[in-house]
């Protein structure tokens, strides 16, 4: 299994829509886990950490599945400004592994 | 909010010339990273420095590439002979205790 896995998309979806990605994760890379998003030539920018029990901040939910070894990000009342690459971190140590990134399109 | 820093935001260099990348990281972080993204592909995993030494380093960080810390303040990346396939964005990164914050990256260009 490759470090950090993702489906590259696209995710075309209508503005409103509720929208969910998945990542899995190998044993490298899996004391902690984290959400960035990136926009097209831009830096990655933290969304949100990864936390076991899960966690929300506003419209986005993360979970953590350790037995299966997934991770999940649920955005919910997309927004046009949600449209960028959404990347999968996970570490080990200190060594850091991004995934491709999923890419997400917004459609008004 | 502080930020982490980068200079040039674009570098072109002749392939076999030697580079400098230079980072600002924020002031109060204590682990620092560069990472690279070849356009259209992932951002990889280079280097991460802690205590003034290399505490993880990739296969791609081979002996071409060094790390320095030469102040308190900047992180600096060196290409000793650059090559083509050299051209990428660079990030650097910092943290301390928690996630990574990106500076908004130097993009290398190898002629």
């Known amino acids: 299994r490759k470090e950090v896995e993702q489906d590259p998309g696209p995710f075309n979806v209508p503005e409103g829509a509720t929208v969910a990605f998945n990542c899995t994760y190998s044993?490298?890379?899996?004391?902690?886990f984290f959400w960035y998003r990136q926009d097209c030539r831009k830096e990655p920018k933290l969304l949100m950490s990864v936390y076991s029990s899960g966690n929300e901040d506003g419209r986005f939910t993360a979970q953590l599945n350790r037995a299966s070894q997934y991770i999940s990000l649920l955005i919910r009342d997309s927004k046009l400004s949600d449209s960028a690459t959404y990347l999968c971190v996970g570490n080990r140590d200190d060594k850091i592994i991004f995934g491709k990134g999923t890419r997400l399109h917004i459609l008004p | 909010e502080p930020e982490v820093t980068q200079t040039p935001s674009h570098q072109v260099t002749q392939m076999g010339q030697e580079v400098i990348l230079r980072c600002v990281p924020i002031?109060?972080?204590?682990?620092f990273y560069w990472y690279r993204q070849i356009l259209g592909q992932k951002v990889e995993f280079l280097v991460s420095?802690?205590?003034?030494?290399?505490?993880?380093k990739s296969e791609i960080f081979d002996d071409q590439f060094s790390v320095e810390r030469p102040d308190g303040s900047n992180f600096t990346l060196k290409i000793r002979s650059t090559k083509l396939e050299d051209s990428a964005m660079y990030f650097c990164a910092s943290r301390t205790g928690g996630p990574q914050h990106f500076g908004d990256g130097t993009r290398l260009s190898i002629l």
């Open positions: 044993n490298s890379a899996s004391q902690s």
């Open positions: 420095f802690y205590n003034n030494e290399i505490s993880e």
């Open positions: 002031s109060n972080h204590l682990y």
